[in-house]
């Protein structure tokens, strides 16, 4: 069964890094786009980055500069580097998945909390 596990979020203070995981278990994750979500409570769930099969990789506004998606094919594991932290950033995380339009798979979340 395809299955896609976040992991690495945690407790950091403003300005402090973190570094999210996104593990893949399937076949064909080179084939995949990844996309990272984020929901803080009250708000609506926003995409925060994304990198494509072709390494090609889009940011929301708000962590440009800040955030940086990876993935490295030959671990079926993506990464979204958190540096530059802020209060706001406080959500949950979730790793999606996606081949198609129709088949994609999403993590159960990690909770990420900065304090100021």
């Not at 080179?30 to 994304?50: C, D, F, K, M, T």
């Not at 993935?71 to 949950?92: C, F, G, H, I, W």
Request: glycine share 8%.
């Amino acid at each position: 069964q395809v299955q896609v596990v976040e992991s690495g979020g945690g407790l950091v203070q403003s300005g402090g890094s973190l570094r999210l995981s996104c593990a893949f278990s399937g076949e064909l994750f080179s084939l995949y786009a990844i996309h990272w979500y984020r929901q803080a409570p009250g708000n609506q769930r926003e995409l925060v980055a994304s990198i494509n099969a072709l390494m090609a990789t889009n940011y929301a506004d708000s962590v440009k500069g800040r955030f940086t998606i990876t993935r490295d094919n030959a671990e079926n594991t993506a990464y979204l580097q958190m540096n530059s932290l802020k209060p706001e950033d406080t959500a949950v995380y979730y790793c999606n998945a996606r081949f198609t339009t129709t088949i994609d798979y999403w993590g159960q979340g990690t909770q990420v909390t900065v304090s100021s």
